[in-house]
């Protein structure tokens, strides 16, 4: 069981491919076959969620660093600069009426 359960854990990537259908398929296999009980069965479908989490987490953050570099490669006004950009309008417009 353990080095069945292991492989499949371990292989992050693998989780993130597969699509809940065959999770849960791959799952009622294993209780079939005796690999792991019900119990086990809630426990592993509560562990593969949480790894597939952390997986889209730490993905979307490696994408996003990676399209922030692109668009400051680009010297594209990001959100932020924008942001600033307005504070400074609005402080001399003020200026200028007062």
């Known amino acids: 069981m353990e080095s ?3 492989k499949f854990l371990l292989s992050g990537l693998g989780i993130l ?3 809940e259908e065959k999770i849960v398929k791959f799952i009622e296999e294993l209780t079939k076959e005796g690999e792991i009980t019900q119990k086990g069965k809630k426990e592993l479908l509560t562990e593969i969620i949480e790894k597939g989490e952390e997986k889209k987490k730490e993905i979307e953050g490696k994408i996003r660093e990676k399209v ?3 668009l400051s490669q680009m010297n594209v006004a990001t959100k932020n600069d924008i942001q600033k950009l307005e504070k ?7 200026k200028r009426k007062g």
């Open 68 to 70: 922030e570099n692109m």
């Open 4 to 6: 069945l359960l292991g």
């Open 88 to 94: 400074r309008i609005a402080t001399l417009e003020k």
């Open 17 to 19: 491919v597969l699509t």
